[in-house]
């Protein structure tokens, strides 16, 4: 693909899945290029809501009262409150710094963990107590990557002790009336017989503009004056977690709803020790996790073929190659200026740009069994396969549809660049992408080791567990009648993972995508 091409296609998108300007809206697959003070130390004496040193995991943690209050109530201007951490993930007691900006005077903080609850949603497990707060520094900008960096004071340290393992929100509560997000994962130290949720911040960090840069566009330049490179030193933009609400939240509500083992953990952290997934029984990535190592994909492909079931819930995963620097607080991505990646040519198998692409084409669909192909699309969801048993209790028949289900990104299969096993094609969406005929495709495969793999070719999937509610943004015009049939088939497909290798447990996948495609 040109860099021309290719410069459409990396138009800015803004914090959801919205097309921005000059964006190549369709890209040719190919493998060869529901539910729903600075310094100080804020030590777990502080903890309030069960959250001691004690506290219960697993099912005694559901069962603890939740608090529906963890939502904002006022965003208030850019300037009101922002915040960020030192660390995207730690282990239960391990120590955050909190950097934090406002114009109010003062501010407290609430960590609130993410569940079902009863329907409530999270959990408060700690608050601070006041915090002075201020006015921090402009950030500065890298010229050579424009990379956008706070480097702000210290506000507080934060102890961490007595927090379960979970996915978190620590919410800023400023003075002036106005409240903030920051995403914190309190990760596990091993996914041995659970299931593994994987959290996305890489891909949270890559769409994130805040200081006016992210890696689709900057300042006045769009795509051409992008960052080559962004930090986690600096705030969220938006609400300050836009991405895990959208895509993420509603998952870790309905998996821990069915009771199952969890485990947690984000993309960095399988990248940096892929012990985690030694023995997890399934591995779930959420509704867009689209940055990746090399490292990490390799790690997943050798769960899968140690026995770890795999799901892709979004669509666009493992699509861009990445490399995290800067002792993994940098994200780098030159994407079609990979020729000015300081590790090209020398090291063409870690140059950061679309893992088809050259210097080193691998297409994702090896491990996905999916391609992704192009944006933006709004399409029903058509299912093909209705006696599958992913489908079980849906009451579906085939040729059913679920309008707009299928969009803003997709994925399909591509004969000639499958994984070495048999696909099912499970549901085959028509869709007009950019005034062209295509299709969405939900695929399933198993390997020998008897790991399943499932990928739903669909950007919606997690919007479509809240479909009719009004959470978290739009539901696209999804209804309650799609958030059915979706919240049955994720928990079809987590209740089986759980169960491990689903080949073990349920019919090894069969080849059918002669049956769609005509050749392979």
Partial sequence: MDGAADEGREGARNGRDEPGPGRRRFLKATAVAGVWAAGATLAGCDTVSGGGPDAPTGSSEAA??????????????????VGYTDKTSVLPGEDIGLYVSTTAPGLRVSAYRVGWYGGAQARLVWRSGRLAGRVQPEPGLDPATRTVRADWTRTALVATDGWPEGAYLLRLDAENGHQRYIPLIVRSATGRGRTLLIHAPATWQAYNAWGGYSLYSGGLGGYAKRSLAVSFARPYDGNGAEKFLVYERAVVALAERLGLPLAYTTGIDVHRD??????????????????????????????????????????????????????????VCYKTDYRHDPLYPRDKALVTTDFREAPAPDPESSLTGVLYEGFPVDAPYVVRDAGHWLFAGTGVKPGDSFAHLVGTEYDRITPGSLPSAPVEILAHSPLVCEGRRSHSDTAYYTVPSGAGVFASGTMRWVEGLMAGTGEDGRDHGMDARTRVFVTRTTENLLRAFAQGPAARTRPASRDTVREVYGST
């Fill in 64 to 81: 603890l009262p939740g608090d529906a209050g963890w939502r904002i109530r006022s965003q208030g201007p850019p300037e009101a409150v």
């Fill in 274 to 331: 892929p012990a985690v997934l030694r023995g997890a029984v399934s591995a779930v990535t959420l509704g867009h996790d689209e940055y990746w190592t090399p490292q990490q994909r390799k790690s997943l492909t050798r769960a899968r073929d140690a026995g770890t079931n795999l799901a892709f819930l979004g669509a666009n995963t493992c699509f861009r190659r990445i490399r995290l620097e800067d002792a993994e607080r940098t994200v």
